[in-house]
């Protein structure tokens, strides 16, 4: 028994949670009024049983540790001291596991950049392609750029010296593997200019990179590790947040290269997205600096939905927005090479969001035309009607009639009779954001079934096609459930945490509670067919994803024999999606 678990042993959660908050019980579990949210009838679900307390209105809890954690607004680590004194255990040293892990996985990533960064230095060709987009010494050194070669092993091999092994590497998303069926690896990345994505605290979280000459994909990114979510990350930040706070403001720009020019030439406040369009959880993380952002987006996106959405999102989070717009060349990049006082000037000269949809919508459509005007009217009435004030609506309504020489009664009407309707659809081709995660995945709703109700992990087990679409959590759950059942043909919570790190077992133990709280009461054959979808689903995703895997490798392979291989297994994937 390690530490942690005589702790567990000796806190009940009933108790350690009645010390906040007045329980009473309901059924097999107990119920209280929310510690973490406003609540007004108890969300707050303790189940003395699991060890658990938890709230599915605000989604927040775990086990004793985690409410701790919440509840007491302290790291994992000081959660422990307080319930490790409250239990009279001493501890030793602590060091947690996934704590480990992480931070040997920011080392790989710091290793691989290093790499990068030499192979750079000794690459006449590389050092010229940074030098020709006018960066210099210094800024190539502060963003720490680098080169991989053409190699498929080089960088495996050099880290593969420092003692980390191939399934790590994977991990790390630093290495690939050929095919479900070929285990063998090869380096993601060969053959590009790299760009080191770094999390606020300027730790290397993963890469981006840039082929070099033509190709496809013309970038390519790390995948999502344990230390890397692209949802959360802002490419840049490390080394902008002073700036944005000074400023008081964020700059958004679109492509690594943009957010590089511009720190050169002076304005420092400036960042991207790296591999998404723009995130909620990402303007979440700016607003820990500032309420004021704007967007430098190129101008051909201006009328793409990728932009639109970001604008929704902007005013969704309650950011002041503002709209800068590029006078020469059509990137930040281009236009700092070009004249670096005519971006200044267009950060300073930021206009409003209507304004910039105005100016848009005027430049491509000609007002005086009665197809122009349709056109344009096309454009801007939904926008104006998403506007919260009737007062704004009104105004904007008044410039527009202005402009069209028509009367705004008119373009009243108009807008009444468009259908309300926010639901963004996402353009077929261009990069959409990823879905907003939703609080719980359908992967773990499957795990959460499998361990409320053990005797469906077989219909499970002999259906799911594969876990590539998991998250490395729930994969790492799953494959150890996989292992303790084959060994011992059990499902039992207890069984599995001793395998897994303490971030993995607070998701765990969440998990069957999630499945009395969203399916209450369901029959067993309820369950069988909720199973069955949920893994539909799982395998549809996974295929859909497998599928494009392999038409980027087809697009990639480097001769014929190689190319006939994967069209076969493509052909395969083809025939099982169809199945579906
Ligand atoms: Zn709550």
Redesign the pocket.
């Known amino acids: 028994m390690n530490h942690l678990d005589e702790i567990r042993a000796k806190i009940a959660i009933e108790d350690l949670v009645g010390g906040y908050v007045q329980l009473k019980k309901a059924g097999r579990n107990l119920k209280g009024l929310?510690?973490?949210?406003n609540?007004t009838h108890p969300?707050?679900m303790v189940s003395p049983e699991k060890g658990i307390g938890y709230?599915?209105?605000?989604?927040?809890?775990g086990d004793i540790f985690k409410f701790i954690q919440l509840i007491e607004k302290v790291d994992f680590p000081a959660a422990v001291k307080i319930l490790a004194d409250k239990a009279g255990v001493r501890l030793p040293e602590f060091k947690p596991e996934a704590h480990n892990e992480k931070l040997r996985m920011l080392k790989v990533n710091e290793q691989a950049a290093e790499f990068f960064t030499e192979q750079l230095r000794s690459s006449e060709s590389g050092m010229k392609y940074f030098k020709d987009r006018g960066l210099s010494e210094a800024t190539i050194k502060e963003f720490q750029l680098g080169l991989a070669s053409d190699s498929y092993t080089a960088l495996r091999d050099y880290l593969k010296k420092s003692d980390f092994d191939e399934k790590f590497l994977l991990e790390a998303g630093l290495i690939s593997q050929r095919s479900i069926a070929d285990k063998s690896t090869f380096d993601r990345f060969r053959n590009r200019m790299m760009f080191p994505i770094h999390d606020q605290q300027g730790n290397v979280v993963g890469f981006g990179g840039r082929i070099i000459g033509e190709g496809e994909p013309k970038y390519l990114n790390s995948p999502d590790t344990p230390v890397y979510n692209k949802s959360f990350v802002l490419y840049g930040l490390h080394l902008a947040k002073e700036a944005i706070k000074k400023e008081d403001l964020a700059i958004f720009v679109e492509g690594y290269m943009d957010v590089i020019a511009a720190h050169q030439a002076g304005t420092g406040n400036v960042i991207a997205t790296s591999g998404t369009a723009l995130t909620t959880p990402q303007l979440r993380l700016i607003k820990r600096y500032t309420r004021n952002i704007a967007f430098a987006f190129d101008a051909d996106s201006a009328g793409a939905e990728a932009t639109k959405r970001a604008i929704e999102l902007a005013q969704e989070a309650e950011l002041n927005l503002r709209i800068i717009l590029i006078p020469e060349g059509k990137d930040p990049d281009e236009c700092i090479r070009k004249n670096p006082d005519a971006w200044k000037q267009a950060i300073k000269k930021a206009v409003r969001v209507m304004d910039f949809y105005f100016s848009h919508a005027f430049s491509l459509y000609d007002a005086k035309d009665i197809d122009g005007k349709k056109a344009i009217l096309n454009m801007l009435l939904p926008l104006i009607k998403q506007t919260t004030s009737s007062v704004e609506q009104n105004e904007h309504l008044k410039r527009l009639a202005y402009e069209l020489k028509t009367e705004v009664k008119f373009l009243w009407e108009d807008m009444k009779k468009l259908e309300s309707r926010k639901t963004y659809q996402p353009v077929a081709g261009t990069e959409v954001p990823a879905p907003q995660k939703e609080v719980f995945s359908r992967e773990e709703f499957l795990l959460g079934f499998i361990m409320d109700r053990p005797e469906l992990y077989e219909i499970v087990h002999s259906n799911l096609i594969d876990v590539a679409g998991f998250d490395p959590v729930t994969e790492k759950i799953y494959k150890t459930l996989k292992r303790v059942y084959n060994s011992r043909s059990i499902v039992e919570l207890r069984e599995l945490q001793g395998e897994l790190s303490e971030e993995e077992r607070q998701r765990l133990s969440i998990l069957p509670l999630l499945i009395e709280e969203y399916y209450p009461d369901f029959s067993e054959e309820a369950a069988r067919k909720e199973v069955m979808s949920l893994i539909r689903q799982i395998n549809k995703k996974n295929l859909r994803a497998s599928q494009k895997e392999f038409e980027f490798r087809i697009r990639e392979a480097q001769d014929s024999g190689e190319r006939t291989l994967l069209l076969n297994q493509y052909s395969q994937i083809l025939k099982l999606a169809n199945k579906l």
């Open positions: 929310c510690p973490f949210h609540d969300s707050f709230c599915f209105a605000c989604n927040n809890g």
